[in-house]
Nanobody, 127 residues
């Protein structure tokens, strides 16, 4: 059973930065497609960034150039810079182990395709 635990959310003014972390076993990061999703109030959960087994990454257009996903040992991270009020939401770490070649490099994946989820961490960006 994979357990994911997020940390690092908080409140920041527009233009500021936050770093989110997701703790899991090293096996998870080596073998799984992992990603960050977010859900704003009244909106559907959406993919923000994905990272494949080999470290390849993909990003939603809305965060390209501002957010960076990375993994090291037992920590998955999301570095968020130049934050905007529209980045506000609950951010979730997610993982899936069974997928085809290239699948993890397409950001437009349904949240239902991911099996394991963290509890979420709130990010609030004020204008």
């Amino acid at each position: 059973q994979v357990q994911l635990v997020e940390s690092g959310g908080g409140s920041v003014q527009a233009g500021g930065s936050l770093r989110l972390s997701c703790a899991a076993s090293a096996y998870t990061y080596i073998r799984y497609c992992m990603g960050w999703f977010r859900q704003a109030p009244g909106k559907e959960r959406e993919g923000v960034a994905l990272i494949d087994r080999d470290g390849s990454t993909s990003y939603a257009d809305s965060v390209k150039g501002r957010f960076t996903i990375s993994k090291a040992e037992t920590t998955l991270s999301l570095e968020m810079n130049s934050l905007k009020p529209e980045d506000t939401g609950v951010y979730y770490c997610a993982a899936v182990s069974e997928y085809g070649v290239g699948w993890c490099r397409v950001i437009l994946r349904s949240p239902s395709d991911f099996v394991y989820w963290g509890q979420g961490t709130q990010v609030t960006v004020s204008s």
